[in-house]
Structures are given as structure tokens and as C-alpha cells.
């Protein structure tokens, strides 16, 4: 229980120290997720599960956040704004991450339903942006706004566009 309340004054912190950011309720609602899932015992995890789904439900019914338990979430991950965030269950986000308002992460086709986004550390994904597929990001990428990215993006580029080009 320590090391979840040790991550959520991360969050907190990275979050600007506002509680009432919508981002960081659905980071922490993630993270409770996560942690819930290490209860052994089915009838103490069961009220819990409750308590997530309600708090999951409300992230994504309210503010427009759908990020549920089964995302592999890196430490400090900050969503910006609220409103129109799809991250898939199989995404995986590093360290640091920044995603803003309308942005999807998420799979291509039905075929290849693990084959979800894998964010380095520190990528910066823009507004409206869309990453779709099995495909990388590097660390200290930057996606740009209303990006649609289908294929691997190398450390420290810059995607923009529709379909996106490395444009550094």
C-alpha cells in the first residue's frame, strides 16, 4: 500500500499539486486499479473492484479519460486536458509521458487486439494526435497535434501530420 500512495504523490506532484485535475484523478484511479489487482483474497478484492470501476466509469463518463488498469503506465505520466483520451489496454507508456486532449492510443484492427502503442520515456504527444499499432516511440519524441502516427517514431523526432512524417 505504500509504494501506491508513493506513486500518487508522484502524480500528484507531477500533476501540479492540484487534486481536482481531472488528469491526475484518472491517473490515480489507474493506479488504484493496478494496485487492487495484488489483493489475493477474491472477497477483500471484490469491494475494491467496485470502488475502481465506479471511479474508472466516472474518469472516462465525466471527464472524457478512458484509461483503464491494464495500461503498463510509467512513473510522472501527466494527461494535460481533459476530454476525448482513449488509451488502449495494451499501451504501454514510460516515464515522464505528456498527453493532452483528443488524443487515441490505440490498436489498428480488430485481427491484433494486443498490438497496442509503446511510448518511450518523456514523449510529448500533441492535441488531436493519433497513434495507431504495434509501433514505437522513442524517448523524447514529440507528436504533433492532430498527428495520425502508423509507424515506428526514432528517439528525439518530431511527427506531424496525416499521415505523420518525421520532420527532425
Not at 5 to 15: G, L, N, P
Not at 29 to 50: E, I, Q
Not at 53 to 60: G, K, V
Not at 71 to 95: C, K, M, S
Request: proline content about 4%; hydrophobic content about 45%.
Amino acid at each position: 500500500m505504500g509504494a501506491l500512495f508513493d506513486q500518487i504523490r508522484e502524480d500528484y506532484r507531477a500533476h501540479g499539486r492540484d487534486w481536482t485535475r481531472p488528469g491526475f484523478r484518472a491517473v490515480a484511479t489507474h493506479r488504484f486499479g493496478v494496485w487492487r489487482m495484488d489483493v489475493r483474497s477474491k472477497w477483500l478484492r471484490a469491494p475494491l473492484s467496485l470502488a475502481y470501476r465506479w471511479a474508472f466509469r466516472h474518469c472516462r463518463n465525466v471527464y472524457g479519460i478512458e484509461l483503464p488498469y491494464t495500461v503498463r503506465l510509467g512513473r510522472r505520466v501527466i494527461v494535460e486536458h481533459q476530454g476525448g483520451i482513449v488509451v488502449h489496454g495494451a499501451t504501454v507508456i514510460g516515464d515522464d509521458c505528456i498527453i493532452r486532449q483528443n488524443c487515441t492510443l490505440g490498436i489498428r484492427s480488430l485481427d491484433a487486439l494486443d498490438a497496442a502503442p509503446i511510448l518511450g520515456r518523456r514523449v510529448n504527444v500533441g492535441a488531436g494526435a493519433a497513434i495507431l499499432g504495434r509501433i514505437e516511440i522513442g524517448d523524447d519524441a514529440a507528436i504533433g497535434a492532430n498527428a495520425v502516427v502508423l509507424s515506428d517514431v526514432p528517439a528525439g523526432a518530431l511527427a506531424a501530420g496525416v499521415p505523420a512524417r518525421l520532420l527532425r
